[in-house]
């Protein structure tokens, strides 16, 4: 009986409990390490903030799919992998064995800015949700203007903030970045495009060039940096400190530690960091764990050329891009709200009546 960890319920994860709840995996004794027993879904995130969704509608219940899917919880986090030795060690000391392990871990918000410590990190996103509950801050500034602080900034102003948003550089299309800039503005967002944050004082004070202001709150929504222990653990990583895997997502340099999602990266051709190719990675992943448990030919993941992407706008409206193509309106909105809670139902288990 071969021994198989799961590290952490991201995506990838979710995809293989749901087809191990389907179809069980012989052969094996899977056990999941997660610090969360349930999982909020971060394409849902900013419509949770801005008050579109209830809580438990954007919530995965990792502990149900887990029964389900014959699969041991291990409430907990990895603070080691010793691929040598082929063991984990857990944040209460206790280690874990394995002859496969998985890691779908995400990855954490860049905080090398000065000052971090007096920002609010998006991840984990529960404390973020429980932190805004609590402070309800009226004056906010969002560091980063990628999809996610763009998303973040427009829905925090939707829920009666004045926010503005920072941003250092570039990362959209132009075509994406112009519709990302008229919703910002309809959005009353206060868009600071080329003025990066260069630290963050107590107060907070957002400190950007020679510029100083003051808010009730500042958001770090600057990009996605590797887990510590990733980075000492001894795999084969890229420049950034993300696991190499082959197309078949196993380690370059250990093949019997599969890595998907954030904390991966693609050797031939790394894929964006999102969800929308964590959950791709997790087809790939389920279908490989069962054929190297029964030491079968693996299946190669073949990335999408031109992925979708759908950016929420504050109210019930978003603009979505594949290629060359950008559109927008309500019926984007409710395109993407149709897509998010068939994610979110496809992970939900219904008993038959
Ligand atoms: C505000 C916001 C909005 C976004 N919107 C979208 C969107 O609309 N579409 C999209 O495609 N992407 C979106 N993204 C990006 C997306 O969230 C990430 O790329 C995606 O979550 C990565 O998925 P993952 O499966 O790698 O890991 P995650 O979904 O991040 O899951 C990782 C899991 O591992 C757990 N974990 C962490 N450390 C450990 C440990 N040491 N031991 C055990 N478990 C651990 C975590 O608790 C977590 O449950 C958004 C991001 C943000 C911040």
Redesign the pocket.
């Known amino acids: 009986m071969k021994q198989i960890l799961l590290?952490?319920?991201?995506?990838?994860?979710l995809v293989v409990l749901r087809s191990f709840s389907t179809q069980a995996l012989y052969g094996a004794r899977v056990t999941l390490?997660?610090?969360?027993a349930s999982?909020i879904y971060?394409?849902m995130?900013?419509g949770l903030i801005a008050g579109h969704y209830r809580l438990d509608e954007v919530r995965v219940d990792v502990a149900q799919l887990c029964a389900r899917a014959y699969v041991e919880l291990r409430p907990?986090?990895?603070?080691a992998l010793d691929p040598e030795r082929r063991r984990a060690r857990l944040d209460d000391g206790a280690e874990l064995g394995y002859d496969l392990a998985s890691l779908?871990?995400?990855?954490l918000?860049d905080a090398s800015l000065a000052g971090a410590g007096h920002a609010l990190a998006?991840?984990?996103?529960a404390d973020f949700i429980e932190a805004l509950k609590k402070a309800a801050p009226a004056r906010v500034a969002v560091a980063g203007a990628g999809?996610?602080g763009t998303?973040?900034a427009m829905a925090l102003s939707c829920r009666g903030a004045a926010v503005t948003l920072y941003s250092d550089k570039p990362t959209m299309s132009p075509a994406l970045a112009k519709r990302a800039a008229r919703a910002l503005r309809r959005s009353a967002v206060d868009f600071r495009p080329g003025m990066a944050v260069t630290g963050i004082e107590p107060g907070p004070v957002v400190i950007a060039g020679t510029s100083r202001q003051e808010f009730d709150l500042v958001v770090l929504?600057t990009g996605?940096v590797s887990?510590p222990?990733v980075r000492g653990c001894g795999l084969a990583l890229d420049d950034e400190g993300f696991v190499l895997v082959h197309d078949t997502l196993q380690s370059v340099s250990h093949p019997e530690v599969f890595a998907?999602?954030?904390?991966a990266a693609l050797a031939a051709a790394p894929d964006p960091?999102?969800?929308?190719?964590?959950?791709r990675h997790g087809a790939v992943l389920a279908e490989n764990l069962r054929k190297a448990v029964a030491a079968t030919a693996l299946s190669a993941y073949k990335p999408q050329k031109r992925a979708l992407?759908?950016?929420?706008c504050g109210r019930r409206y978003a603009i979505a891009e594949r290629g060359g193509w950008t559109a927008e309106g309500r019926w984007v909105w409710r395109w993407k709200d149709w897509i998010?809670r068939r994610w979110i139902s496809s992970l939900r288990i219904r008993d038959a009546a």
Request: proline residues 6%; hydrophobic residues 45%; positive net charge.
């Open positions: 590290v952490g319920a991201g995506h990838a994860h390490v997660t610090p969360r999982q971060s394409g995130l900013p907990g986090r990895v603070v779908n871990a995400g990855s918000t998006v991840r984990p996103f999809a996610a998303e973040l929504a996605a887990l222990w998907a999602g954030d904390c960091k999102s969800g929308v190719h964590a959950v992407l759908l950016l929420s998010d």
